[in-house]
């Protein structure tokens, strides 16, 4: 097992500048944790991967920007034995929506889009999509009816989903099951023609009225790329992830670094292996929502630009302001949640979970309610592989975890509860 590099340096030996350039605590303790008690949480990702619970992991966390921790545990690819290491890549699902809205954000600072603009401003189509309105008949069948939007769906709804869009899904719902019958996540298309599709398709409920998590960050995509007139990885690399030097994020990682990539094991009551894309797999469909690769070092350099107001190493991305509106709540006191959105338990963006949606990410508005540790103003979110990041910026703390397992949310759980647990000093 790979040992603790918050271990190493307490023993006075020198690790690589693995987390590129962010520097690394003394001590957990230079930093207000307690290292006996981060072990719990190293012993904890262990027991997992012995229990196959999970393949491997790499945890990184970060306060008063040093690094406290930055450890590998258990197989980057538990068939071929190989043991996980800190540089391995990952392919990151929806933590790529929060990369998007910062894209989305740079272009709002240069006056080629706001948050207010209706989203048919961008893509025409979308002027005229339709609302599907179920109608109840008298022997108890449901069909759906359709109806104009009240107000345009905003570039505002997209990022904070309340647009009315939502995701393929099998079942009894005409509008999520046309999702699928118009194949659009189909790996071969453009983002144009993704936009194309969903603009066809009715709405599952008015902009502005519930939030749905759905392809709205699909969406966003294409609106950078008709607003910066760039493809979205090509902004994203040049405005991003080159200015930070996150040299391993990208939509998909190039040839040579294949043996990085970390891989599934066989999971689930059927003992199968997750469809989890390996790293270096090209698709045509840049999916602004979820198509993107990252290691958790490159990660850790995204989130030090947050908590530093927008910059990192004398690159600016953003102005702090524009920081502090991606990270407040911009749901309206009478949003509902969309009607499975219970699905997401305890990170569930809702005012009885004490938490509320901002730019990108879930953000924390209570103490209370929620079964999590944290605090106010804390934010979030995770994708569907299994990695998960939060930003405390009253702690002056974010965390990374990086896994490939469609079954981790538990452990979203446990870092919470173990992070804080082993956060004593200020």
């Known amino acids: 097992m790979i040992r603790s590099i918050a271990v190493l340096l307490v023993l006075g030996i020198a690790v690589p500048a693995a987390a590129q350039g962010i520097p690394k605590a003394q001590s957990p303790e230079e930093v207000g944790f307690v290292a006996s008690r981060l072990k719990r949480l190293s012993d904890r990702i262990e027991e997992g991967v012995k229990n196959n619970e999970l393949p491997g992991a790499v945890v990184l966390i970060a306060r008063n920007g040093k690094i406290a921790l930055f450890d590998a545990y258990g197989f980057r690819d538990k068939e071929a034995k190989a043991p996980m290491k800190t540089d391995a890549i990952f392919r990151i699902a929806s933590m790529t929506k929060p990369i998007t809205s910062v894209a989305a954000m740079i272009l709002v600072e240069e006056g080629k889009l706001t948050l207010a603009d209706p989203v048919s401003k961008y ?62 996540n189909a790996a071969d298309q453009t983002n144009a023609q993704m936009a194309e599709k969903l603009a066809k398709l009715a709405l599952l409920y008015q902009p ?9 960050t699909d969406v966003l995509g294409r609106v950078i790329e008709v607003a910066s007139g760039m493809p979205l990885d090509k902004f994203i690399e040049e405005r991003i992830t080159k200015p930070l030097r996150m040299g391993d994020t990208g939509f998909e990682a190039s040839p040579d670094k294949k043996d990085r990539g970390a891989r599934p094991q066989k ?11 390996d790293i270096t797999l090209k698709s045509t469909w840049k999916s602004g929502g979820g198509g993107m690769v990252s290691s958790a070092a490159d990660y850790a350099r995204f989130l030090q630009m947050f908590a530093n107001g927008g910059q990192l190493d004398g690159a600016r991305i953003l102005s702090r302001k524009t920081i502090d509106l991606m990270t407040a709540d911009h749901l309206s006191p009478d ?63 974010y965390v990374v975890f990086m896994t490939q397992s469609e079954m ?5 759980y446990l870092m919470r509860d173990l992070v804080y647990q082993a956060l004593i000093g200020n």
Do not use: C
């Open 123 to 184: 893509i025409p189509a979308f002027a005229d999509t339709k609302v599907a309105v179920p109608k109840k008949n008298a022997d108890g069948t449901v069909e759906m009816s359709l109806e104009p939007q009240f107000r345009p769906m905003t570039v505002q709804d997209l990022m904070r989903h309340t647009s009315g869009l939502t995701e393929g899904a099998i079942g009894s719902n005409p509008v999520k099951q046309s999702y699928l019958d118009m194949k659009v």
């Open 208 to 216: 502005g009225t519930r939030w749905e998590y759905s392809m709205a």
């Open 267 to 277: 999971e689930g009551p059927k003992s199968e292996l997750p469809n989890i894309p």
């Open 335 to 397: 949003i509902v949640m969309g009607d499975d959105m219970w699905r997401l338990e305890a990170l569930e963006p809702s005012q009885r979970m004490g938490q509320g949606f901002g730019l990108g990410f879930a953000v924390r508005n209570e103490q209370g309610r929620n079964p999590l540790p944290g605090s106010p103003n804390d934010y979030y979110w995770m994708g569907a592989y299994g990695t998960y990041f939060w930003h405390d910026p009253r702690e002056h703390m």
């Open 408 to 412: 981790a949310r538990p452990y979203r």
